[in-house]
């Protein structure tokens, strides 16, 4: 990774990416994790994608980890996507890994 892409614009162009491609199927795109916060300390960085989709996909979602795979490498940080469909992320609105990227991530859609 170079200097001139700091690790923040992974998350940035992971999204636009993704909206681009499959912007009707996704309902939320949240991001969240040590390079978005910024708190990397310079040894690993991981950007963490909650990605709520309208309909179950597995096609899309094999897609859309590929997307953030790619992404990932040409800004040198690692993706951790987590797809899920809304009905799942409705039914479990409590559950800690989704209420807190949904409080502390950053939404793109």
Do not use: C, W
């Not at 910024?38 to 899309?60: C, I, K, N, T, Y």
């Not at 040198?76 to 799942?88: A, M, N, S, Y």
């Amino acid at each position: 990774m170079s200097d001139s892409e700091p690790q923040g614009d992974a998350a940035a162009t992971f999204a636009a990416r993704a909206q681009a491609d499959h912007g009707e199927a996704i309902r939320d795109l949240v991001v969240f994790g040590d390079a978005p916060r910024g708190d990397d300390r310079g040894v690993h960085a991981s950007v963490e994608v909650l990605l709520v989709l309208e309909e179950p996909d597995p096609e899309r979602e094999r897609r859309l980890e590929a997307l953030a795979e790619r992404t990932g490498a040409e800004h040198g940080v690692v993706f951790e996507v987590h797809v899920l469909p809304v009905d799942r992320v409705e039914a479990n609105s409590d559950h800690p890994f989704i209420r807190t990227a949904l409080e502390k991530g950053r939404s793109y859609v």
